[in-house]
């Protein structure tokens, strides 16, 4: 005769009575606290001993402390300078090598004009070659020390970055974007290949806290979500660096995709990634975002080159 093993019942029952299991249930409980104690104590003396380090160039960062005061003081301005922003993490001198990008700029890709010949006209690369986004920002220079941030971030796992640098993002968002004119932020989808290697996607690093960190500038966020889902990337590319214009077009040819079930009929778009180089990359999603019907694509990154 065939009989049918229950396996849910003989998981459910328990090995011992009640009372011994209950017992164990509180060693165990007391045991994680107790455990959970000794490491954060251990971590506390370990801060004390260890002075803080420059996430940039390593040397110690004592005067951090006194930063931190400094910027309690300045609590009643509109939000957080860079500068502030940046002195909890490097030393005053890699602080200094740390470029904002500051107008005159391009009018579409953002670009900084050696020249201070003011506003209101494109750059010569916008002239030849029209993108598909409507305009790109970013809020540093891709060089000394943005450079050296940006590689600690993403190639040394160095996550603890993406606060202070995303801070960085949020002021030049709120200062060239009015909130109510964008539906969706969407950061640049890695391939899930490369998302494995790394552990993480950085442009959604730097742009998911945005909803919380827009207290800091007393502005409130509207109900804007940030989609790391909303672009799929498609095919294993190779990595962008060394390679050249053509080449970087070439290369990321049929890349993205739209994720199926994601409607983005007419809506606009601020699309999110860490560096413009040449601006395949952003370029080639907007193209594929305008194409599934979005209304307007605009991009914010982190850095880009001069
Ligand atoms: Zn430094
Ligand atoms: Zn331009």
């Known amino acids: ?92 001198t890699c602080v200094q090598t740390v470029v904002a990008v500051q107008p005159p700029l391009c009018d579409c890709c953002g670009k900084m004009f050696i020249s201070r010949e003011g506003t209101g006209h494109l750059c010569g690369h916008c002239v030849k070659h029209p993108w598909s986004f409507g305009r790109a920002r970013s809020a540093g220079i891709f060089d000394q020390g943005l450079a050296t941030l940006v590689h600690r971030f993403k190639y040394s796992g160095r996550t603890g970055l993406a606060k202070p640098l995303g801070m960085l993002m949020l002021a030049v968002l709120l200062d060239n974007w009015n909130l109510d004119e964008i539906d969706r932020v969407v950061p640049v989808p890695l391939h899930r290949k490369r998302l494995r290697e790394r552990g993480f996607n950085q442009s959604f690093l730097l742009s998911k806290a945005w909803p919380s960190l827009s207290k800091a500038y007393h502005t409130p966020w509207p ?45 606009r ?11 395949a990359t952003v370029n080639e999603c907007s193209k594929i975002l305008l194409k599934a019907g979005a209304q307007r694509v605009d991009v914010l990154t982190l850095a880009r080159t001069k």
């Open 1 to 92: 005769m065939l009989t049918i093993c229950d396996t849910s019942k003989a998981t459910a029952e328990p090995l011992l009575p009640a009372h011994h299991s209950g017992r164990r249930s509180i060693r165990k409980r007391a045991a994680r606290i107790l455990r959970s104690i000794w490491l954060g104590a251990g971590r506390a003396v370990l801060g004390t001993l260890l002075p803080p380090r420059c996430q940039a160039c390593g040397c110690s960062t004592a005067h951090r402390a006194r930063e931190k005061s400094a910027g309690k003081k300045a609590a009643g301005c509109p939000g957080p300078d860079p500068g502030t922003v940046l002195k909890r993490y490097l030393c005053p």
């Open 223 to 267: 109900d804007i979500p940030v989609d790391p889902c909303l672009l799929n990337r498609t095919r294993h590319t190779v990595s962008q660096t060394g390679l050249g214009r053509r080449e970087r077009v070439v290369n990321l040819k049929n890349a993205f995709a739209v994720s199926p079930g994601k409607d983005i009929v007419n809506l």
């Open 269 to 279: 778009l601020l699309l999110v990634d860490d560096v413009f180089t040449t601006g």
